[in-house]
Every structure is written in C-alpha cells, then in structure tokens.
C-alpha cells in the first residue's frame, strides 16, 4: 500500500514481553517484562525496533535468572539459600510493597521527555529513537503517592496531569491530582520538570483501608472527573500478602452491593462540586472522553458489572482453548453519563434533573444526592482512543477494539456518538491492538487523519504487521509486515517527527 506523505513520525507501544525466567514463570499476563518496540515512518517507509525495558526488576531478574522482583499477580520469594534472619527481614519489609519498576502498560510524554509508565509509583525515562532505557523516577520523592495512573492527561498548556492513591499517609487515604509542568525556569535548568510538581487537589477516600482501584479519569475544560469505584484494594491484605504466600492481586476485590461515586473537581478552584452523585456498582478501567454543556459534565466511559477480565488473563488460562474456553461473564459496555451541575435546588424528590436529549438521568433523592443512570451507546468494545485535540470537548467519534465475550480483540472499530453507525476492519487470524488516531497537518474535521494498529496474527504461520487506516473510510491504506515475533502489547502513542529531539538520533 501507500503511506501518506505527511506521516512521519514515531508509533511507540508497551506491553508484557517476557513471561519465562529460568525455570520460573509468572503467573499473570500483565505481569510480564515490559517489551517496548516502535515503528518509525521516514518518507513513506516503516522501520521496526522492539527492546525489554531494562528496568532495575529486569536486571534483577536476569541477573538471578528466576523472578526476585514480585508483580502484581505473582509473588517472587527470597532464595531458599538465605540464613533465617534475611528471610524474616525479607517478610517484615514486604508489609509496606516496595513495587515494581517494570513499566509494562503505556508511554507517558513530559516536556520534551518520554516514560514507560505501569501503575507503581516508578516510571522509566526512554529514548523514544533507540527504545533505550534512562532514568528511573520515583513520584513518591514529590507527591505522597504509592501508586499512579498509566493513563495521564495533557492540557493546553503542555502540563501532564495525573491522578495517584496515597495509602494511609498522615492517617489518610486519598487520591491526588497532581500537575507535571512541561519545562523548568530558565535558572533551574539542571533540575527536572518533577521538581515542580504541583499537587492540584486531593480527594479524600470514603474508607481508609479500602481505596479505589484507578486506572484512569476524566478530564473538561474546568472539571476532573474522578470516578471512585467498588473494585477496591484491601490495604491489610495487601501489608500480609507475602507473609500469606498470596499475590497483591488476591487483595483487590469488587464489592457488588456498594455504589459508584462521581467526584467533580473545579480546576480554578480546586474544590469538590459539593453534591453527592452516584450510581450502581461498576467495573472502569477506561474513560474515553468528557466535556461540559448547559451545567451538565457528560462523560464516556467502558463499564463492567463484574472483574471476571483480569482473571481471564492468568497464564494458566491461557491455553491453546483460550478463545473457546474463556468468555468473560461481563461485556464491556460503553456508557454516557449526564450529571447536572446546575439545577433547580428546589425540584422535587425523585425527579430527573437531566434537561438535555438524552436517555441517561440524574433523580435527585430524599437525602439531597442525586443518582444517575447511564444512556448505554454500545456493547463490546474496549482500549478506546479518540482524536485528542477533542479531549475534554464533544466528541464525535471512538476508535477502539471489538471484543465480545472473548477478551482478545478481533476487530478494531470506529464508532458514531451520533448516529450509532459503527465502521469495522477485520480479517482472519489477525488480533489487533489499540488504535491509535493521527490527525492529517491540515485535518478539517475531526476524523481526517489514520489510524494505526498493531496486528498479531493467531496463525503462526502467518505475519504480523502495522495497519494503517483512513480514518474517515475506514478503509485500508496499507500495511507493513515485521518478520519477527511480535507481543500483544497495550497501549502506546504517535510522537509526531517534531516532538522528537532529533540530536538523540
């Protein structure tokens, strides 16, 4: 096929690569080493390049060759050899987790700079040409957190924001917004952007020992929305997984019977919209977009009534079956949510508080809350993405994968808001990965430009390759074909050839 002229640039990706060390293997997919690899578009040609991370828990590793650094589904043990006092050391420190530096799950973009990011508080500093790895940087050395979204946000400014849990610190458990500025002042030069790290605003969680599983939020023009959900992290299960020869991930759990509460904070002011919204109990990994109308936030997200998808991918579940034999209990659902920010204080108990065209409602109850229930616009879809210059504004369309009741994704998707229509690109054998939109230089409207997907194919027999899409037609431009092995990977961004330092190369 033929790539557009315009297309330069790098489509970098991240995801689990390494599952076997030794004679050890982790238990969890998303346990695995993290693999990096890229495609590099250079005047109508596609350059391949994929490396592990070396990340301090890769060296460790392999220097080992067994698994010493423990992830979230699999608890590495000290070596059988150590004297009784490093084994009884090794319990007590395990009681607060010294996690994981292996960076598996997205690509982060501060100032000029790249990070591999997962969901501990360490990311890793990359070179976005050679895939090598940098430095490692600790958001805990400036923002009590423990743990941090792989799934950030970047406002007009060029600030990278971000949403941490900061677990018992000063007998509170929150959730910090925090604000990564793009660049130092002038004077500070040798610092770096970390240093200037702002903390927006905290939310506080409605239980100390039980906080919130978050693995990303949503963002308006002058709303965070923040979506505290019943798939919650037990922290006293969490201090004695080691000790009970469990993994962290056993001390996540979904409490069905409780609700989903909404938090809007005001980014002027930094305050919580006082009202209580909520709504039934959910599964989120994934917003896809919000925006502001007529005193309503209406925001996009991908729910689950249950958690059965992170235990589909347990090794051990994944056998030569795994199509046929795993289907989630939960279709991913995509859902709208209408909250009016603005209404009649004095309307009466049970009416719907929702004045704009839409099936979703807002019942304001006796206690002064307001319920809300979602207009439901599709079913299984999942890894949305949408054209970011429309974040946090209405939106009109959704690139995303199709998954039915399996969890491996056979299609990818581009889907109409407005009018429901859904275009697909399939073929046999062929699992893509998250489509990522590229905007056209001189793009008018809000789909010209390409998507992009990574396809591994189910047949060994057969290739992987890029795919590349107009995004309007949904029809295919081309493709390259990498003769190598090539990961399922998760998620990943296009750095357009002018966002890369080009002195690095």
């Not at 220097?63 to 490093?86: H, Q, W």
């Not at 971000?162 to 002042?185: A, Q, W």
């Not at 925006?291 to 347990?314: K, P, Q, V, W």
Request: glycine fraction near 4%; charge should be negative.
């Amino acid at each position: 096929g033929q790539l557009p002229a315009w297309l330069q640039g790098i489509l970098l990706r991240n995801g689990p690569g390494m599952h076997t060390i030794g004679d050890t293997k982790y238990n969890h997919w998303f346990d695995g080493l993290a693999l990096l690899h890229s495609f590099t578009f250079k005047n109508g040609e596609v350059y391949y390049r994929s490396k592990y991370l070396r990340s301090d828990t890769y060296n460790c590793n392999i220097e080992a060759n067994r698994i010493v650094v423990s992830e979230f589904g699999t608890m590495a043990y000290p070596d059988p050899c150590k004297n009784l006092f490093a084994k009884a050391f090794s319990y007590l420190s395990h009681t607060i987790p010294e996690f994981t530096d292996n960076c598996l799950i997205n690509i982060m973009k501060t100032g000029d700079d790249f990070y591999a990011t997962s969901e501990t508080n360490f990311i890793r500093k990359i070179n976005p040409q050679t895939l090598e790895t940098l430095q490692k940087v600790d958001y805990s050395k400036y923002v009590a957190v423990n743990m941090a979204t792989s799934h950030p946000h970047y406002d007009s400014a060029g600030n990278t924001l971000n949403m941490g849990t900061s677990i018992v610190d000063k007998g509170k458990t929150k959730y910090i917004l925090f604000k990564i500025p793009p660049s130092v002042p002038e004077k500070e030069k040798k610092k770096s952007c970390f240093k200037h790290l702002e903390v927006v605003c905290s939310i506080p969680s409605r239980s100390l020992l039980h906080p919130s599983y978050c693995h990303s939020f949503g963002i308006t023009e002058n709303y965070i929305v923040f979506i505290e959900q019943p798939f919650k992290l037990d922290i006293v299960k969490m201090a004695t997984a080691y000790i009970r020869h469990v993994n962290w991930a056993s001390c996540l759990a979904y409490h069905k019977e409780d609700k989903t509460w909404f938090h809007f904070v005001d980014k002027k002011t930094k305050k919580e919209v006082s009202t209580k919204f909520y709504t039934d109990a959910m599964v989120l990994f994934h917003h896809i977009n919000a925006y502001e109308e007529d005193g309503h936030i209406i925001f996009d997200i991908i729910a689950y009534t249950d958690n059965s998808l992170y235990d589909m991918f347990y090794l051990k579940n994944l056998n030569k079956d795994f199509e046929e034999s795993n289907k989630l209990t939960s279709l991913p659902t995509f859902k709208r949510f209408v909250v009016p920010l603005q209404y009649d204080k004095d309307a009466e108990v049970g009416s719907n508080l929702v004045t704009l065209p839409s099936t979703a409602t807002a019942i304001k109850e006796k206690d002064g809350s307001i319920y809300c229930q979602p207009e439901i616009l599709c079913e299984g879809i999942e890894l949305p993405r949408i054209n970011y210059d429309y974040n946090g504004k209405k939106c009109k369309y959704v690139f995303a994968t199709e998954v039915r009741w399996s969890p491996v994704p056979t299609k990818i998707i581009k889907f109409n808001i407005q009018t429901k229509e859904m275009l697909h690109w399939e073929e046999d054998h062929c699992w893509p990965s998250e489509p990522i939109f590229v905007p056209s230089p001189d793009a008018r409207e809000e789909d010209d430009g390409i998507v992009l997907t990574c396809v591994v194919m189910s047949d060994p027999k057969k290739a992987p390759f890029l795919l590349v899409l107009d995004a309007k037609t949904f029809k295919e431009l081309g493709r390259a074909t990498v003769d190598v092995e090539m990961h399922l990977d998760l998620h990943g961004m296009f750095i357009p050839e002018k966002d890369l330092n080009t002195e690095t190369e």
